[in-house]
T-cell receptor, first 110, second 116 residues
């Protein structure tokens, strides 16, 4: 069975303290890996799509990378407004439908 | 351009009552998804439609749940009768298929359901 595991479940950082979130997957035939951001009381909002190992995408203080078994979301010099839950989702060869991980709740303190 | 629109945003009802959640997807999108989010289980796919046709409803928890998409601009998720364990946030999302990928999903703001 396809699985998506995100770690840590929760992360507290000081403003400016860089760190990484992890998304590991055990799927057959990865079509795409997606990162979403979810603010409290809102729906998830798309950030990145990664398709193949070695690929990287950047947006402001966020950089997503992909290997054959996991993806990292690197946050450089985070700000309090980066506080949110970050969700990872994978899409496999057997289905066009993404399966979501449980997410990492990030809090950045000023 | 309007995003995915869901209603109601909040619903409080009593056990046994019928609940209907509504969704208007983004115009031109050919996929529509209903997800449920809880602290215990995260985001779970309930059902999805392609071109208004239900494709996979294996995530629907039981016969009390039903979903329809009568046209490309409207979908409903109905729970009858509702139970306290149905309390969750229900999200509707839409997407447009590009090549071999459904691409990014666009989510609505969700409907928070509380069943007393």
């Amino acid at each position: 069975e396809d699985q998506v595991t995100q770690s840590p479940e929760a992360l507290r950082l000081q403003e400016g303290e860089s760190s990484s979130l992890n998304c590991s997957y055990t799927v057959s035939g990865l079509r795409g890996l997606f990162w979403y951001r979810q603010d409290p009381g809102k729906g998830p909002e798309f950030l990145f799509t990664l398709y193949s190992a070695g690929e990287e995408k950047e947006k402001e203080r966020l950089k997503a990378t992909l290997t054959k078994k996991e993806s990292f979301l690197h946050i450089t010099a985070p700000k309090p407004e980066d506080s949110a839950t970050y969700l990872c989702a994978v899409q496999t060869g057997g289905s066009y439908i993404p399966t979501f991980g449980r997410g990492t709740s990030l809090i950045v303190h000023p | 351009d309007a995003g995915v629109i869901q209603s109601p945003r909040h619903e409080v009802t009593e056990m046994g009552q019928e609940v209907t959640l509504r969704c208007k997807p983004i115009s031109g999108h050919d996929y529509l998804f209903w997800y449920r989010q809880t602290m215990m289980r995260g985001l779970e796919l309930l059902i999805y439609f392609n071109n208004n046709v239900p494709i996979d409803d294996s995530g629907m928890p039981e016969d009390r749940f039903s979903a329809k998409m009568p046209n490309a601009s409207f979908s409903t998720l109905k729970i009858q009768p509702s139970e306290p364990r149905d309390s969750a946030v229900y999200f509707c999302a839409s997407s447009k298929r590009t090549g071999s990928n459904t691409g990014e999903l666009f989510f609505g703001e969700g409907s928070r359901l509380t069943v007393l």
